[in-house]
């Protein structure tokens, strides 16, 4: 019989492993183990792995739009609303197992398109927005190609959870970001808006000091 709160449990469950472990070394046999449930009940709550796959990136995806609005709607300049919105993204993409990501990409093409989705119209649309913002409150730099920065900075927001490039083990999540952020601001920016950018950066460093 149907069973909301094992459906809640189940997808809470399989979360967890597949952010430890990878999508594709866990099982049903797994989640069932884990929540010392058969799969039988699983079966009676999910058709298969990919629909759980699919149900637990499309929660992710309306998570990340939550607090992408939190951060984007909140009065602030333009310079803070787009360093707030890159370190936002880029600490949920650190966060997460690359093994996720490649296994999203390579075996889930319907769950990884929510986030391809996501990506290319929510996370783009808000950048957009900010950076005419930013242009028409003299924040940045009226020559400014609006459609070339939104690009630039989903690129390097991608670019932050590489970890070939960025180890953990040798950069922080706070490194990256600093230096990431110099790249996406002190090139667009007035001098207004350079000013703003120092002294949010000089406050982040103390902040970690």
């Known amino acids: 019989m149907y069973n909301s709160e094992n459906k809640d449990k189940i997808l809470s469950c399989a979360e967890n492993l597949f952010r430890k472990y990878g ?3 866990i099982s049903m046999d797994d989640i069932a183990h884990h929540l010392n449930m058969s799969k039988k009940t699983i079966y009676e709550s999910f058709a298969d792995k990919n629909e759980i796959i699919y149900l ?15 951060v984007t709607d909140r009065p602030a300049n333009p310079i803070e609303r787009l ?9 949920m993409i650190r966060e ?11 075996y889930h093409e319907n769950a990884w398109q929510i986030l391809q989705d996501f990506r ?27 459609n070339f920065y939104i ?10 959870g590489n970890e ?20 996406l601001v002190s090139g667009i920016a007035t001098e207004k808006g350079r000013r703003i950018s120092k002294n949010l950066k000089l406050n982040t460093v103390q902040s970690h000091e």
Do not use: W
Not at 151 to 160: D, Y
Not at 166 to 180: D, G, Q, W
């Open 23 to 25: 999508i594709r070394s």
């Open 56 to 70: 637990i990136i499309a929660a992710f995806r309306k998570k990340m739009e939550a607090l992408v609005v939190g």
């Open 83 to 91: 360093i707030k919105l890159f370190v936002c993204i880029t600490s």
């Open 96 to 106: 997460t197992s690359p093994t996720l990501i490649y296994d999203l990409q390579k």
């Open 120 to 146: 290319d119209d929510f996370l783009a649309g808000r950048v957009k927005d900010i950076v005419s913002d930013g242009i028409r409150k003299h924040y940045l730099n009226p020559t400014l190609d609006a």
């Open 151 to 160: 690009t630039l900075f989903l690129q390097l927001v991608q670019l932050s």
């Open 164 to 183: 070939k490039l960025f180890p953990r083990a040798k950069y922080s999540e706070h490194t990256v970001a600093i230096n990431l952020i110099d790249c």
